[in-house]
């Protein structure tokens, strides 16, 4: 299984960017797919997730601002990010979960910054 991020990228204060995920490969059941976060001498935090059924899950710090959506017969997924803060600024992960297995796409820098 491969994930490949794209769309990152830097942005301004207040500007949006939109990050993309693809997974490939032999995947038979995607349980969830999300966005996670590693910002320089912190830990990976989870930014948003969205399940087979449609659930979605933000961080508190996203709400209102990012929105996670998936297609999942093209299993992607990708994530709208507006109103961006400087404290956005981190590698971003895309993951996929299948059956309590984490795949992980190799991260896309996003940096806020004026």
């Known amino acids: 299984v491969q994930l490949q991020a794209s769309g990152g990228g830097l942005v301004q204060p207040g500007g949006s960017l939109r990050l993309s995920c693809a997974a490939s490969?032999?995947?038979?059941?995607?349980?969830?797919m999300g966005w996670y976060r590693q910002a320089p001498g912190k830990q990976r935090e989870l930014v948003a997730s969205i399940t087979s059924g449609g659930s979605t899950n933000y961080a508190d710090s996203v709400k209102g601002r990012f929105t996670i959506s998936s297609d999942g017969a093209k299993n992607t997924v990708a994530l709208q990010m507006n109103s961006l803060k400087p404290e956005d600024t981190a590698v971003y992960y895309c993951?996929?979960?299948?059956?309590?297995?984490?795949?992980w796409g190799k991260g896309t820098q996003v940096t806020v910054s004026s």
């Open positions: 490969g032999s995947i038979f059941s995607i349980n969830t």
């Open positions: 993951y996929i979960e299948s059956y309590e297995m984490y795949y």
